[in-house]
Nanobody, 118 residues
């Protein structure tokens, strides 16, 4: 079993930065893809950034940077120049192995809320 615990969310003002952390534990193996997703109020969950076990990254915007510290089993999301539309609950995810990913290889954290205020 795999567990993910996010932290770092909170209230920030427009233009500020925030770094989210996700500690991953359990039976993690390669290949894998770790990612951050968010669900804005009244919207579906959407991807923000992903990073593979061989270090390839994707992000929906240049002000979102994903990284991982293998020694600390932690995935980070650095968010810069935050805007009110970034207000959401941010979730950490890990996908184990190759697609497709059944439920026993697709794991989610409980989420951490981020509010961007003017």
């Amino acid at each position: 079993q795999v567990q993910l615990v996010e932290s770092g969310g909170g209230l920030v003002h427009i233009g500020e930065s925030l770094t989210l952390s996700c500690v991953v534990s359990g039976n993690i193996y390669n290949p894998n893809t770790m990612g951050w997703y968010r669900q804005r109020p009244g919207k579906y969950r959407e991807p923000v950034a992903t990073i593979t076990s061989d270090g390839q990254t994707e992000s929906v915007a240049g002000r979102f940077t994903i990284s991982r510290d293998i020694a600390r089993s932690t995935v980070y999301l650095q968010m810069d120049n935050l805007q009110p539309e970034d207000t959401a609950t941010y979730y950490c995810n890990v996908l184990l192995g190759k697609a497709p990913w059944p439920s026993d290889r697709d794991f989610w954290g409980q989420g951490t809320p981020v509010t961007v205020s003017s």
